[in-house]
């Protein structure tokens, strides 16, 4: 069987690339299963997707703790242990990475059992600061995979994508196929992966007797206020929105419709952006009147930064 994880972030099409992996692996005669995992429903949060494929029925269910072939989206969600990328690699396993850095770094850095390959999404540039990179890693991995043709993963991409437009199927389907022509000298490098069956018996749990408690001291309850301003959210950003004041008519919509509560004004009606807790929804630039709040890729205003500019 082929188990397969696909992790990113939300916004950067995942449950998609997931849907046309799986419809290009069913049209080559497999039995399939895909699905996407979400946690925080929202643009910037982890998400991942898993695919299963199989010559026969497949009874498994449920999170892919074995994969053979996990792709990887976004490289910072491998600084993030709750998002559990690399669980379950085993010397077998295989990981496809989209970054700028080498194969070879990422082998040194991870220490990963299996064998390590390196997509360079940046190639896939659309213009308007998109990128087909969850386009490109399905015609990479169907590519590793060594089992799906060309015009079958093509095929994929259009049924899947129908609703969208010409336009988009065209755009989609020329970033899969380049990826899939650059892994040419990989194909076939992921191997079908067997699982030994573990015993489905279930052992009766030790019960433990408790005595029942007063309410007051059983009760959930919070102590202490503000706890949540510890978890600074701003890791989750891909895309972050810049404010021209330039432009800024200081009607404090942004500040009004932030949903983190991200943005502050200042005596004057001023807006400021507080990104260790901005998570990139994108909704004060989709919402300005005055179209004062560009948006920038966080790759580029992490060089911004160390360049010695201010973000």
Known sequence: MYRIRLHGRGGQGIKTAGRI?????????????DAPRYGAERRGAPIFAY????DKAICERGVIHQPNLVLVVDESLLDLPAANV??????????LINSECSAQTWCRQLQLPGAVTVLHGAAFDVGNGRLLVGAACVGAAA???????????????????????????????KA??????????????????QIERVSTAVMPPAWIELDNEALPRAAAI??????????????????????????CSRCGLCFSLCPEGGIALDAEGIPTIDYRYCKGCLL??????????????????AAKKSDGDQP
């Open 21 to 33: 992996l799986g419809t290009a692996l069913f049209r080559e005669g497999f039995e399939v299963q």
């Open 51 to 54: 695919v299963r494929a199989d």
């Open 86 to 95: 690399l669980e379950g690699l085993s010397a077998s396993s295989v990981v």
């Open 143 to 173: 590519r590793l995979l060594g089992v799906v043709s060309r015009e079958n993963v093509a095929a994929a991409v259009a049924e899947e994508l129908a609703g969208h437009g010409e336009a988009a199927v065209e755009r989609s389907q």
């Open 176 to 193: 899969v196929l380049q990826a899939y022509d650059q892994f040419a000298s990989e194909a076939g490098l992921v191997q079908r992966l």
């Open 222 to 247: 919070i102590t202490t206020p503000a706890t949540s301003r510890l978890m600074q959210t701003g890791l989750w950003r891909t895309r972050r929105p810049e404010i021209d004041l330039q432009r």
């Open 284 to 301: 004060c630039a989709a919402q300005c009147p005055r179209q004062a709040i560009r948006v920038r890729e966080e790759s580029q205003a």
